[in-house]
């Protein structure tokens, strides 16, 4: 079975600084990938970064990155120089690596970005 | 915009009846997946299809149904609806390019059941 643990509920950082969610997975899946994604308060979901277990450098995607640390089993999202529009709902997701695998997501972290 | 589209919108509905929700993946994309998010449950995966077959299944009520048609849109019917459906309910799609692994979202249907 797959689990996602996010054990931030909440936090604030300040605008044009970096902040780093939190992020830890189990899976018995050989081959999983590791997946972000943003919901603002309008309720959609964002997809923002994907990582694979066996990528062997970390994903980046504009100001996004993937702290991937395979053996601590973590996933963290690093954003640089945070933007306002940064504050919204962040989920952590695992799936098998497989075509087809279903995304199992964390509780999310609510970011506030503060000016 | 993620190229996936989910009518209607907003659903409020009683409780007993039918609905149906609606979603049409990215193009190219031949994998659909049905999500569902509660303040209770938070987000859970119900079901998902490829190119027209049922690849996989989550925590789907037996009142719940979908189904994926020859032009890749899927279907996700809702029966005998309770208090407790009431959520939004996400749909995703994703394979249309090799090792592609990325789901993306539709907006969602918001679902209120009285």
């Known amino acids: 079975a797959q689990k996602i643990t996010q054990t931030q509920p909440g936090m604030f950082v300040q605008e044009k600084e970096a902040v780093t969610l939190d992020c830890t997975y189990d899976t018995s899946d050989p081959s999983y990938g590791l997946f972000w994604y943003k919901q603002p308060s309008s309720g959609e979901m964002i997809f923002l970064i994907y990582?694979?277990?066996?990528?062997?450098q970390n994903a980046t995607e504009g100001r996004y990155s993937l702290n991937f640390q395979k053996a601590r089993k973590s996933a963290n999202l690093v954003i640089s120089a945070s933007q306002l529009g940064d504050s919204a709902m962040y989920f952590c997701?695992?799936?098998?690596?497989?075509?087809?695998?279903?995304?199992?997501f964390g509780q999310g972290t609510e970011l506030s970005v503060k000016p | 915009d993620s190229g996936v589209t989910q009518t209607p919108k907003h659903l409020i509905t009683a409780t007993g009846q039918r609905v149906t929700l609606r979603c049409s993946p990215r193009s190219g994309d031949l994998s659909v997946y049905w999500y569902q998010q509660s303040l209770d449950q938070g987000l859970q995966f119900l079901i998902q299809y490829y190119n027209g077959e049922e690849r996989a299944k989550g925590n789907i009520l037996e009142r719940f149904s979908a189904q994926q048609f020859p032009d890749l849109h899927s279907e996700l019917n809702l029966s005998s609806l309770e208090l407790g459906d009431s959520a939004l309910y996400f749909c995703?799609?994703?394979?249309?390019?090799?090792?592609?692994?990325?789901?993306?979202f539709g907006p969602g249907t918001r679902l209120t059941v009285t």
């Open positions: 997701a695992t799936a098998p690596v497989y075509q087809g695998g279903k995304l199992i």
């Open positions: 995703a799609s994703s394979g249309g390019k090799p090792a592609s692994y990325e789901q993306y």
């Open positions: 990582q694979g277990s066996y990528d062997q």
